[in-house]
């Protein structure tokens, strides 16, 4: 398996939008606090959740491909079959692979999730200071707000084994640690 260092080179040589970079690491701290939860290894799902759209630069315009020619562009080993399967997955309404692992919804809840976090702290005064679980949970019932974000793939946290409330909550306090970094802070 690759290291951090080596997966930011990878995602750097891409030219991905400074949006796309801020996705990859919000996912990743998410990744890694559903890990440590789960008690499953934060360094894989770290990895797999800074990397996962390492392809999008160049599938953006063909997303049936987006998940997939991500092996094209790592090295041999880079990541584990289950954790190139969870990316594939993440998008599968597209690639026709089917999440089934807690490690695919894991990747599923947690990269959508940071989609509507990032959009509640940015019309936020104090952006992610002080954000609660219970203010995601209204936004998310409001269908205007970060239309483009997947409500049900939120909820599929449970299919992972993290109820609702701690997921939101273990995802906004992750998201908080990178907030400076990420543009949110």
């Known amino acids: 398996m690759i290291d951090r260092t080596t997966a930011v080179t990878l995602i750097a040589a891409q030219n991905p939008h400074p949006g796309l970079v801020a996705h990859g690491r919000e996912t990743e701290v998410v990744m890694r606090a559903i890990a440590t939860r789960l008690g499953q290894d934060p360094e894989l799902w770290g990895l797999t959740g800074l990397l996962h759209d390492l392809d999008y630069p ?9 998940g997939l020619a991500l092996t094209e562009l790592l090295p041999e080993g ?23 692992t807690p490690f695919d919804f894991a990747l599923r809840a947690a990269e ?13 005064p104090d952006k992610m200071i002080g954000m609660k679980p219970k203010s995601i949970k209204k936004k998310m019932k409001d269908k205007a707000f970060a239309a483009n974000v997947r409500r049900a793939n939120i909820l599929e946290c449970d299919k ?4 609702l409330d701690e997921f939101l909550a273990l995802a906004i306090a992750a998201i908080s640690d990178v907030a400076a970094e990420t543009g949110l802070a």
């Open 58 to 66: 160049q599938t953006a315009e063909v997303p049936e491909r987006h």
């Open 78 to 100: 880079a990541l584990p079959p289950e954790a190139l399967h969870a990316i594939a997955a993440h998008n599968d309404e597209h690639t026709g692979v089917t999440p089934q």
């Open 112 to 124: 959508t999730v940071t989609g509507i976090i990032s959009a509640a702290a940015l019309v936020r």
């Open 160 to 163: 992972a084994g993290v109820p």
